[in-house]
């Protein structure tokens, strides 16, 4: 007759084995987010019908957008500047490149609050500490709506380096 260390000692490796088993859906959910090395669901919001939009008056565009990061969901609210221009649109970021403050309007270009960088219509500097012109984002239709990719810039950068999400 098996004595009762023996038993415990032939009963150990099969709890082990499973406990193992419950921990696999976790690792196999974690193996999947790691191997596809994307932290976001979409890089591309809506910003809205195209039919307000007028020919080289920058109008501010409120999106928001959704990003994964494993089990958690953030949504992010961005402000961007919208115009159409000729047969299409042109789209810039808020973000100041000089340290990341939200520039405004002002006149016909822009201006940011944190260290006065100020822009003219086109987006590029004119005075001020801010290294390079706003950042451009690129753009497309869809059913009548205009939808932005949004990407963070590297702030103090003299051209502008996408960072990732
Ligand atoms: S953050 Fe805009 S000028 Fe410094």
């Known amino acids: 007759m098996m004595r009762r260390r ?3 000692a032939a009963w150990r490796p099969l709890a082990a084995a499973l406990a193992g088993l419950g921990l ?3 690792a196999v959910y974690w193996w999947r987010s ?4 994307d932290s976001s669901s979409s890089d591309w919001a809506d910003a809205g019908p195209t039919a307000g939009l007028l020919e080289d008056v920058w109008q501010p565009r409120s999106l928001e957008i ?3 990061n494993r089990w958690r969901v953030d949504r992010e609210r961005h402000t961007v500047y919208a115009r159409r221009r000729g047969t299409g649109f042109e789209v810039v970021s808020s973000v100041c490149p000089h340290t990341g403050c939200l520039v405004q309007r002002d006149g016909a270009g822009f201006a940011c609050p944190c260290h006065w960088s100020h822009f003219d219509g086109e987006g590029r500097p004119l005075d ?3 290294p390079r012109p706003l950042d451009r984002l690129e753009w497309r239709l869809e059913a009548g709506r205009l939808r932005v ?3 963070n810039f590297r702030p103090g950068a003299a051209r502008s380096e996408p960072l990732r999400p």
Do not use: K, Y
């Open 24 to 26: 696999l859906p976790s």
């Open 149 to 151: 990719r949004l990407v």
């Open 34 to 37: 790691t191997r596809s090395g």
């Open 128 to 130: 001020g500490p801010a």
């Open 6 to 8: 023996e038993l415990l």
């Open 66 to 68: 959704e990003r994964r």
